[in-house]
Antibody
Framework: EEQLLESGGGLVQPGGSLRLSCGASGLTFSNYVMSWVRQAPGKGLEWVSHISATGLQTDYADSVKGRFIISRDNSKNTLYLQMNSLRGDDTAVYYC????????????WGPGTMVTVSS | DIQMTQSPSSLSASVGDRVTITCRASQSVSRYLNWYQQKPGKAPKSLIYAASILQGGVPSRFIGSGSGTDFTLTISSLQPEDFATYYCQQSYDTPRTFGQGTKVEIK
């Protein structure tokens, strides 16, 4: 069974940093584009970033560009999100998601990890 | 950026009802349109991709249609486990964008 599991969330002060991880199992991780999607409390879904299968290409939402860095280690089947200069509006549940090969839907999701930015 | 607009934002329906949710893109996304179901406190679940293809294990009462800018998700006979929030999302271009969601509640 294909599974994703996020970790690394928690409480951080404004201006602080946090690194999220997402471990994959039951799938050939190195074959797939991977994404981060977030959801602020009581709000809808927002795409944050994605990374190519090789890790050579990345894209970011304007709201996080220059502050967040997505990366992956295919030897460890793990996706990362380095979050710097955190702000209150970054408070959200962060999900990692596998992208389908052809139509690029988010076909597998992790359960999410909560990030709270507050003093 | 491609804007995705869902309607309605919420609806009340009874078990057995036929329910239709619409999603409109601000420009053509071809058939790169996906639907997700989310229950409270849970991660979203992929229901339909490529506008009309059901993910494995998704019941056939979920029907997706459309192409270009106008899309529809229909639940042919609403079941108790279908009460949730539904999101459309385009995967045609970056940034990937979601509709604001449609909450399906029990009447």
């Amino acid at each position: 069974e294909e599974q994703l599991l996020e970790s690394g969330g928690g409480l951080v002060q404004p201006g602080g940093s946090l690194r999220l991880s997402c471990g994959a199992s039951g799938l050939t991780f190195s074959n797939y584009v991977m994404s981060w999607v977030r959801q602020a409390p009581g709000k809808g879904l927002e795409w944050v970033s994605h990374i190519s299968a090789t890790g050579l290409q990345t894209d970011y939402a304007d709201s996080v560009k220059g502050r967040f860095i997505i990366s992956r280690d295919n030897s460890k089947n793990t996706l990362y999100l380095q979050m710097n200069s955190l702000r209150g509006d970054d408070t959200a549940v962060y999900y990692c998601a596998k992208n389908g090969a052809t139509w690029r839907a988010f076909d597998i999701w992790g359960p999410g990890t909560m990030v709270t930015v507050s003093s | 950026d491609i804007q995705m607009t869902q309607s309605p934002s919420s609806l009340s329906a009874s078990v057995g009802d036929r329910v239709t949710i619409t999603c409109r893109a601000s420009q053509s996304v071809s058939r790169y349109l996906n639907w997700y179901q989310q229950k409270p406190g849970k991660a979203p679940k992929s229901l339909i991709y490529a506008a009309s293809i059901l993910q494995g294990g998704v019941p056939s009462r979920f029907i997706g249609s459309g192409s270009g800018t106008d899309f529809t998700l229909t639940i042919s006979s609403l079941q108790p486990e279908d009460f949730a929030t539904y999101y459309c999302q385009q995967s045609y271009d970056t940034p990937r964008t979601f509709g604001q969601g449609t909450k399906v509640e029990i009447k």
